[in-house]
């Protein structure tokens, strides 16, 4: 790897996640994507030695967020036995209960009406989740959606 891709990755690594730019991101991937093991392996040795001898950084944050409706969101989640709809996956955790996430098709921060209802709640496991969050899965209508160009159907139970 050459000096100059060491001093990008180090430069872009600093920045704040929330600050990153698309443009970073992608500079930031085709700086590490299909390098050889051992650039990889270097790089990490690199920030072990900086991040040894440092304390994270405390910040305090103000959020606004939008309230759900947690006691429709556990209906479904039963309807559905915690399991995602898409793979099926769920796992039980330490309290003996079963975990899935409710993901909004039309993101509840669009702040339109009908947005908590039933109709555009899936439940979905965190990767099915985040994949429908970051566009790698897009919802055809309330029982269906795509993946790599091909029409898919939520699993029934």
Known sequence: MKDDDIDALVKLSQQSVSKMTNVDI?????LTRER??????????LYAQKQLSKTPEQVTKLVTSFKRNIGMVNVIKRKFGSRCQICGFTFKTSSGS????????????????GVDSPDNIWILCPNHHKMLD??????KDQHSYIENNEIKELLKY
């Open 36 to 45: 050889p093991i051992e650039d990889i392996e270097n790089l990490i040795q």
């Open 26 to 30: 992608a500079k930031l991937d085709k």
């Open 134 to 139: 970051k566009g790698a899965i897009i919802a």
């Open 98 to 113: 079963y975990y899935s996430e409710a993901a909004h098709v039309i993101p509840i921060s669009k702040a339109v009406e």
